[in-house]
């Protein structure tokens, strides 16, 4: 049972990123979905939450940038993010809200 991310690097100002995060070892379907991340010195924070019917919710500071989505029948989420700003530079995690379960993080970096 795990998540896999995927999709980060390095990105200038003003640019964009698809995060993806894989399920193995187990469905979804029916969990609650979310998105954290963690810069360098700071507390890990919450992004984006993925409801089991298609309803997000997101962090203020993302807003209109990021978009959170689920494909359910392959067993992966997404992050697409745009308009990035050097403050979205962290580590980026998925996790299975229900089951508890973290995906191991993918960097993103924003910088010019």
């Known amino acids: 049972v795990q998540l896999v991310e995927s999709g980060g690097g390095l990105v200038q100002p003003g640019g964009s990123l698809r995060l993806s995060c894989a399920a193995s070892?187990?469905?979804?379907?029916?969990?609650?979905m979310t998105w954290h991340r963690q810069a360098p010195g700071k507390a890990r924070e919450w992004v984006a939450t993925m409801a089991p019917g298609g309803a997000t919710f997101y962090t203020d500071s993302v807003k209109g940038r990021f978009t959170a989505s689920r494909d359910n029948a392959n067993g992966v989420v997404y992050l697409q993010m745009n308009s990035l700003k050097p403050e979205d530079t962290a580590v980026y995690y998925c996790?299975?809200?229900?089951?508890?379960?973290w995906g191991q993080g993918t960097q993103v970096t924003v910088s010019s």
């Open positions: 996790q299975d809200f229900d089951s508890t379960t």
């Open positions: 070892g187990f469905s979804f379907i029916e969990d609650i």
